[in-house]
């Protein structure tokens, strides 16, 4: 099942006009945060308790449906396809020198702020939201699906979800989206190195860099691919940044200069070729069981 999802949802992806499970799990969420946050902990582990129930609830019923629905249900959680192509539109006008339709592609995907990046600030914010989301929106779903079927993988897409929302250090969610980041990072901590390693596996590179660098990020688990991808690029990633005009400094990953459009393109085909080592993988782990 896990990877016949994997295969369909990368040949056709999921509609965008459609309506999206995600964003009813989001709205459940702001929904939960409006009424419970008091900023207290104790909120917040609730939240994350009652999400990994409704995943068991509902991917349990789902399954006795069958098979062909299992698949057609688990597609929507993976993100091969719609990552690729967030990516692929940052990289098509950046090679083509239009920094500012670039520019307008990467704030979809980033948190920082874009109106000012060049073109090297543009393609590693790009290859570094490709790199932490094929942690987070492929490996992470996958391995949750493969090992625990569908109550893996919503439970999985769930926390992620949560952390997004609330998982951040501000005074209004420090306390209440605790649970969420700590469930996070640990949802994440072997599917990040899984995904390092698929993609300096794919890359044929990024080893040292990854061993070396990915301790040095400011997230447990968001420097393995990110660190992976630097390595097997050859360039460097991470550095100065800003949001929200604030400006910030990260951890400095890999070697070399900073990319650019061509790297983009690369990091693009190091990631299709991540996704068909996560299928063999996916395949010979389901054929051992």
């Given at each position: 099942?896990?990877?016949?999802a994997?295969?369909?949802?990368?040949?056709?992806g999921?509609?965008?006009?459609?309506?999206?499970?995600?964003?009813?799990?989001?709205a459940l969420i702001?929904?939960?945060?409006?009424?419970?946050?008091?900023?207290?902990?104790?909120?917040?582990?609730?939240?994350?308790?009652?999400?990994?129930?409704?995943s068991?609830?509902?991917g349990?019923?789902?399954?006795?449906?069958?098979?062909?629905?299992?698949?057609?249900v688990?597609?929507?959680g993976?993100?091969q396809?719609?990552?690729?192509?967030?990516?692929?539109?940052?990289?098509?006008?950046?090679?083509?020198?239009?920094l500012?339709?670039?520019r307008?592609?990467?704030?979809m995907i980033?948190?920082?702020?874009?109106?000012?990046?060049?073109?090297?600030g543009?393609a590693?914010?790009?290859?570094?939201?490709?790199?932490?989301?094929?942690?987070d929106?492929?490996?992470?779903?996958a391995?949750?699906?493969?090992?625990?079927?569908?109550?893996?993988?919503?439970?999985?897409?769930?926390i992620?979800?949560a952390d997004?929302?609330?998982?951040?250090?501000?005074?209004?969610l420090?306390?209440?989206?605790?649970?969420?980041?700590?469930?996070?990072?640990?949802?994440?901590?072997?599917?990040?190195?899984?995904?390092?390693?698929?993609?300096?596996l794919?890359?044929?590179?990024g080893w040292?860099?990854?061993?070396?660098?990915?301790?040095?990020h400011?997230?447990?688990?968001?420097g393995w691919?990110?660190a992976?991808?630097?390595?097997?690029?050859?360039?460097?990633?991470g550095?100065?940044?800003?949001?929200?005009?604030?400006?910030?400094?990260?951890?400095?990953?890999?070697?070399g200069?900073?990319?650019h459009?061509?790297?983009?393109?690369?990091?693009?085909?190091?990631?299709?070729?991540?996704?068909?080592l996560?299928?063999?993988?996916?395949?010979?782990?389901?054929?051992?069981?």
């Amino acid at each position: 099942m896990a990877l016949a999802a994997l295969i369909v949802e990368a040949a056709l992806g999921y509609p965008r006009r459609w309506w999206h499970p995600v964003m009813g799990v989001g709205a459940l969420i702001d929904s939960f945060e409006r009424r419970w946050n008091r900023r207290r902990r104790a909120e917040g582990i609730a939240l994350v308790v009652l999400l990994v129930g409704l995943s068991v609830l509902l991917g349990s019923a789902i399954e006795r449906l069958g098979t062909i629905v299992s698949v057609a249900v688990a597609t929507t959680g993976l993100a091969q396809r719609s990552l690729h192509d967030h990516v692929a539109a940052v990289a098509r006008p950046l090679a083509a020198g239009d920094l500012g339709a670039a520019r307008q592609a990467v704030a979809m995907i980033v948190g920082r702020d874009t109106a000012t990046l060049d073109e090297a600030g543009v393609a590693t914010a790009a290859i570094e939201s490709l790199a932490e989301s094929f942690c987070d929106g492929v490996v992470a779903p996958a391995l949750g699906l493969l090992l625990f079927g569908l109550p893996g993988l919503f439970a999985v897409k769930g926390i992620n979800t949560a952390d997004s929302m609330v998982g951040h250090r501000t005074p209004e969610l420090r306390a209440f989206g605790w649970a969420a980041a700590r469930a996070d990072d640990v949802v994440n901590f072997v599917p990040a190195r899984v995904a390092g390693a698929l993609i300096a596996l794919a890359g044929h590179g990024g080893w040292r860099e990854m061993r070396r660098d990915a301790p040095r990020h400011a997230s447990p688990n968001g420097g393995w691919p990110e660190a992976a991808m630097a390595g097997a690029l050859g360039r460097r990633l991470g550095g100065a940044v800003s949001y929200d005009g604030e400006p910030a400094q990260r951890a400095v990953l890999g070697d070399g200069p900073p990319p650019h459009a061509a790297d983009l393109t690369r990091a693009l085909g190091i990631y299709r070729t991540a996704c068909l080592l996560l299928w063999m993988l996916v395949g010979i782990v389901a054929w051992a069981r």
